[in-house]
T-cell receptor, first 116, second 111 residues
C-alpha cells in the first residue's frame, strides 16, 4: 500500500487568507486526487491532478479558489484561496494505484482546516 | 436524492456482537463497491473491495452486494473495540470513473 503524508496536519486561518496543503507519496503514481470531507457529510472530490497537465475540477469547484500543482509523480499541492468559514473542513489527498484490482484509492491522513 | 445513502448512526453494540452496516444506491451502473474504515483524525483506509454482485469474505469482515436491490452490506463478526470507527461505503461505475462515497456510519463497540 502507498504511504501518503500531508502537511500541515491542521491549521487555523483567518478569513481572506490562503493555505497551501502538501501531499507526498512514497512512490510514483499517475493520478492524485483531492477531496473535502465536511462533518457528517461524504467525501467530495474537488479535483484530479495528473502530472504534466492541468487539474480536472469537479462541478462546484474552480481553479481560482482551489489551485492545484502537480510538479512530479510523487507530489501535489492544493491551495485554498481567499478562505471563508465555509471552507472549514478536512482536506484529503489520495492516490490511485490501479483498478480493477484489490487495490484502489489510498488516502492521506488529512489536513484539518478551521477558518475564523 | 443522493446517489449513495448511508445511515450516519451512531451505532453502538457490545463487544462480540455481529455488526451490519448498509448502503443503498440509485445508479444501477455502479459495478465497483468498496468499504473504507476511518479512525478518528485519520484518513480513510480501504477495508473491502468487491466487483459486481456477490459476497467477499476477509477474516471477520464480509462484504455483500445485491445489485438487484441496489443494496450493499458490510458484516463484522466478533466485533472488537478496535473496530470502533466510521465506515464509509463507496462505489464507482468503472475503473476509470469517479468514486462516490456514502456519508459514513459511526460505529462504537462497547467493551
Amino acid at each position: 500500500s502507498a504511504v501518503i503524508s500531508q502537511k500541515p496536519s491542521r491549521d487555523i486561518c483567518q478569513r481572506g487568507t490562503s493555505l497551501t496543503i502538501q501531499c507526498q507519496v512514497d512512490s510514483q503514481v499517475t493520478m492524485m486526487f483531492w477531496y473535502r470531507q465536511q462533518p457528517g457529510q461524504s467525501l467530495t472530490l474537488i479535483a484530479t491532478a495528473n502530472q504534466g497537465s492541468e487539474a480536472t475540477y469537479e462541478s462546484g469547484f474552480v481553479i481560482d479558489k482551489f489551485p492545484i500543482s502537480r510538479p512530479n509523480l510523487t507530489f501535489s499541492t492544493l491551495t485554498v484561496s481567499n478562505m471563508s468559514p465555509e471552507d472549514s473542513s478536512i482536506y484529503l489527498c489520495s492516490v490511485d494505484r490501479g483498478r480493477p484490482s484489490n487495490e484502489t484509492q489510498y488516502f492521506g491522513p488529512g489536513t484539518r482546516l478551521l477558518v475564523l | 436524492q443522493k446517489e449513495v445513502e448511508q445511515d450516519p448512526g451512531p451505532l453502538s453494540v457490545p463487544e462480540g456482537a455481529i455488526v451490519s452496516l448498509n448502503c443503498t444506491y440509485s445508479n444501477s451502473a455502479f459495478q465497483y463497491f468498496m468499504w473504507y474504515r476511518q479512525y478518528s483524525r485519520k484518513g480513510p483506509e480501504l477495508l473491502m473491495y468487491t466487483y459486481s454482485s456477490g459476497n467477499k469474505e476477509d477474516g471477520r469482515f464480509t462484504a455483500q452486494v445485491d445489485k438487484s436491490s441496489k443494496y450493499i452490506s458490510l458484516f463484522i463478526r466478533d466485533s472488537q473495540p478496535s473496530d470502533s470507527a466510521t465506515y464509509l461505503c463507496a462505489m464507482s461505475r468503472s475503473s476509470a470513473s469517479k468514486i462516490i462515497f456514502g456519508s459514513g456510519t459511526r460505529l462504537s463497540i462497547r467493551p
